[in-house]
C-alpha cells in the first residue's frame, strides 16, 4: 500500500467553504486506538462535513452559497491524479438523469475512506469511471470488513488486476453473510444497497436499533440538497431505515423507494495507514438549510 497521494490543493479549491487539513501527525490505524465508539464518532464527524455541497440551478428562496459546486468536486476529487473529474464535477449546472448524470454516492464513500487514510489501487487515483461501487465492495472484503452479497466485485476487481487471485479467493471462502443476528451497524460504516439499482452511504448518527429495524440518518451522495434546486446532484444527511423482511434473512433499505441492502462495511475494520487529512468546514459561510429542515 502506498502513503504517497499528494492533495491537488492543500486549501482546497473553494478555501472560503472548505479548507483540508494535510498535517495531522496521525494515521487512521492510529485513531483506532481510541475506544471504539469514539472513533466511529470522529468518522462520522468527518463525513458530515460533506453535507451541502453539490452542482445544480438554485431556485430556493435563499440562495445557497457561491463555489458549493468547487467545493462539492474538491472534496470528492481531492488528490493529484483526480484533476480531469474534479473539472468535470465542479461545473455549475444542472444534473439531468438522463443525459450525464453526475451521482456521487460511491465517490463520497471513496473520498472519505481516501481522507481516514485508506491507500489501495481499489481506491486510489486515477478514478476510474463506472467501477467505484465494484471497488468499493472489493476494498472492504479485502480488507476483512465486510459482511454480504460480493456481487460479483471480486471477479471484476481480480479482472482488471486490482487484487490477486488469492485476495480474490481468500474474499470468495471467507466473507460473512449478512443477516439480521449479525447486522449491527455503528456510527461511520457502510450501507451497500442493491435491487433496483445501486446505492452506497455511511451512517452519521443510528436513530433506533429494535428487533426488527434500524434507523439512522446517513451521509449520501446523489442527492437534491437545497429546496428548490431542479436536478440537482449533491452531498446531504438523509434519513434512512434498515428493517427485516418478515420470514427472511434479508433487510429491505426504506428510504423514498425499497431496496435490499446487500453489504454492510465496518470502518473499524478497514485499514487505514497513512495521515489523516481533515476537511475543515467553514461554517459562517455556508448558510444552508438545517438537516432538521430537510425532514430529518
Known amino acids: 500500500m502506498s502513503n504517497d497521494l499528494m492533495l491537488a490543493s492543500p486549501m482546497g479549491r473553494a478555501p472560503e467553504l472548505m479548507t483540508l487539513n494535510p498535517h495531522a501527525p496521525w494515521s487512521g490505524d492510529d485513531l483506532k486506538c481510541l475506544p471504539e465508539d469514539a472513533f466511529n464518532r470522529w468518522v462520522a464527524a468527518t463525513v458530515r462535513t460533506f453535507h451541502g455541497f453539490g452542482v445544480g440551478e438554485v431556485r430556493a428562496k435563499e440562495k445557497a452559497p457561491e463555489n458549493r459546486s468547487r467545493a462539492y468536486a474538491d472534496i470528492l476529487f ?3 491524479g483526480d484533476e480531469k473529474f474534479f473539472n468535470g464535477y465542479s461545473r ?3 444534473c439531468p438523469k438522463k443525459d450525464n448524470p453526475l451521482s ?5 464513500v471513496r473520498s472519505l475512506w481516501l481522507l481516514m487514510g485508506a491507500r489501495h489501487s481499489l481506491l486510489n487515483p486515477e478514478y476510474e469511471i463506472g467501477t467505484v461501487m465494484t471497488y468499493l465492495r472489493a476494498f472492504s472484503i479485502v480488507s476483512g470488513a465486510f459482511s454480504g452479497d460480493p456481487l460479483g466485485c471480486l471477479w471484476s476487481a ?3 488486476k486490482k487484487i490477486t487471485k488469492e485476495e480474490a479467493d481468500r474474499g470468495r471462502v471467507n466473507t460473512p ?3 439480521w443476528e449479525t447486522f449491527k451497524p455503528k456510527a461511520g460504516d457502510t450501507i451497500f444497497i442493491n435491487h433496483p439499482g ?3 452511504s455511511t451512517i452519521v448518527e443510528v436513530l433506533e436499533h429494535s428487533d426488527t429495524c434500524v434507523t439512522y440518518i446517513s451521509c449520501d451522495g446523489g442527492q437534491v440538497v437545497v429546496e428548490g434546486d431542479k436536478n440537482c446532484c449533491a452531498i446531504r444527511l438523509v434519513k434512512r431505515k434498515a428493517q427485516r423482511i418478515p420470514n427472511t434473512n434479508k433487510i429491505q433499505d ?3 423507494t425499497t431496496r435490499e441492502v446487500t ?3 465496518q470502518v473499524k475494520k478497514l485499514p487505514l495507514p497513512a495521515k489523516v487529512i481533515t476537511p475543515f468546514r467553514n461554517s459562517a459561510r455556508l448558510a444552508l438549510p438545517d438537516p432538521k429542515a430537510l425532514g430529518l
Open 177 to 179: 453473510k449478512l443477516t
Open 92 to 94: 455549475k449546472n444542472n
Open 254 to 256: 426504506i428510504f423514498m
Open 158 to 160: 481480480e479482472g482488471r
Open 104 to 108: 456521487s454516492c460511491g465517490l463520497t
Open 78 to 80: 481531492s488528490f493529484v
Open 198 to 200: 445501486q446505492h452506497v
Open 263 to 265: 453489504g454492510w462495511s
